[in-house]
């Protein structure tokens, strides 16, 4: 008797349009898509709503009721279809495996208005739909067979050439890809028709690459020009004036000095010189005058500029021959001390240039120089010396 009662429920499950709780099922097996075969029956459930018992499957807790199910099968298509009065419900057409074009889209029925128009867009692809696929690139966008349309890859589950959407999506779309590269794709917004926003985006793209192109050659343009500066030689002329300061040191008494030993003065300075993009080279006449004392030098520098802007920073090295003269003695008795002496000079400068005009610079610059004047008073007995100066002089730079 408790046989005859279970057989009977499962006829009356298997002949039911709607499963709830409490009732057990049989399953014979289920696909990749967790579409499950009730047993003897053609009917099928959505197998992820389901839990095995001792007695068969029956609902989760979380369900109240499930749907059963039939397969609908147009030539290698397939899909499922709820059971409503024992009936299927109309299904969507499907179009054959090797027909994935979009065809005449004139002919579909319009949208009610109820139902709005986004459930009749052309562009998707929904579960049942089966595909045929050529390739797929490195970023898994497939071009459909016979068409020039792409699809995302890793929405589908593939068996061979075939692909039909992953049961967690609900519907997928067609892309378009005018470039033919991995690169950009957009959705199709009609069949047949690229998206507009994307005809933009090329448009804009095109015109980044343009600049982009621009910028390259123009950057190109600018490096060999750069390479032509660092090796094109100019030369200029440079004067300069300003003020002297030296640091004399005696160990005679103050009784035998004429005056007090003058340490301030003027500064008078002209230079030719060549330079290139990054460094210049001067050669230089430097004249030095104080109340008692007259110094001129002849040296060079050379020195590294830090930009060419019209504000333009530098420093470098200096060294030559300098000479020093008393114009009288400095001795309150006059004896026969040597008044002039020559010493080897060598320095730093720091300076810079403000561009004025094309050619025309105003120049800064700030000098310190080292010596060796040694005037030896009464045979050595005492001295006079001069080891050091500094000397900042303002002037204009004219560059050929």
């Not at 696929?133 to 589908?156: T, V």
């Not at 009784?255 to 080279?281: H, P, Y």
Request: proline fraction near 3%; include cysteine; hydrophobic fraction near 30%.
């Amino acid at each position: 008797m408790r046989y005859i009662i279970f057989l009977i429920l499962i006829v009356a499950v298997a002949n039911s349009q709607t499963i709830r709780q409490g009732q057990t099922i049989d399953i014979d097996s289920c696909d990749e898509h967790k579409w499950c075969k009730i047993s003897d029956t053609d009917r099928y459930v959505k197998g992820f709503k389901f839990k095995a018992t001792a007695d068969g499957f029956e609902l989760k807790p979380q369900f109240k009721e499930a749907l059963t199910y039939r397969q609908t099968t147009t030539g290698e298509n397939f899909g499922y279809e709820p059971i409503t009065n024992n009936r299927t419900t109309p299904s969507r057409p499907i179009s054959q495996p090797d027909e994935t074009t979009f065809g005449d889209v004139s002919a579909l029925p319009k949208p009610k208005k109820q139902q709005g128009k986004d459930i009749y867009k052309l562009n998707e692809i929904r579960h049942g739909d089966v595909l045929y696929i050529e390739r797929c690139d490195e970023q898994n966008y497939c071009k459909i067979k016979n068409s020039k349309y792409y699809i995302k890859g890793d929405m589908f589950d593939k068996e061979g050439e075939r692909y039909t959407l992953k049961d967690r999506y609900a519907k997928s779309y067609y892309y378009w890809n005018t470039r033919d590269s991995a690169i950009i794709y957009k959705k199709v917004l009609k069949k047949g028709n690229p998206n507009k926003k994307y005809r933009k985006s090329t448009k804009v793209i095109k015109q980044k690459q343009t600049r982009t192109d621009e910028f390259v050659n123009q950057r190109k343009i600018d490096d060999n020009k750069n390479d032509e500066e660092v090796f094109n030689i100019m030369f200029f002329v440079q004067f300069g004036a300003g003020l002297s300061k030296i640091y004399p040191k005696t160990d005679l008494p103050k009784r035998f000095l004429e005056d007090k030993l003058d340490d301030t003065g003027i500064a008078l300075d002209i230079a030719v010189g060549v330079e290139s993009k990054s460094f210049f080279a001067t050669a230089n006449y430097g004249y030095m005058t104080y109340d008692n004392i007259k110094m001129d030098n002849l040296y060079g520098t050379i020195n590294y500029k830090f930009n060419n802007n019209d504000i333009s920073p530098y420093i470098g090295l200096m060294a030559g021959q300098g000479n020093f003269k008393w114009d009288k003695t400095p001795l309150a008795n006059s004896r026969d001390e040597k008044l002039s002496t020559e010493s080897s000079v060598s320095g730093l400068q720091i300076g810079a240039n403000k561009l004025l005009t094309k050619n025309l610079y105003l120049n800064l610059n700030l000098q310190h120089i080292r010596y060796d004047y040694t005037t030896n008073i009464n045979d050595g007995e005492f001295y006079i010396e001069h080891k050091t100066q500094n000397n900042l002089t303002i002037g204009v730079k004219y560059v050929f």
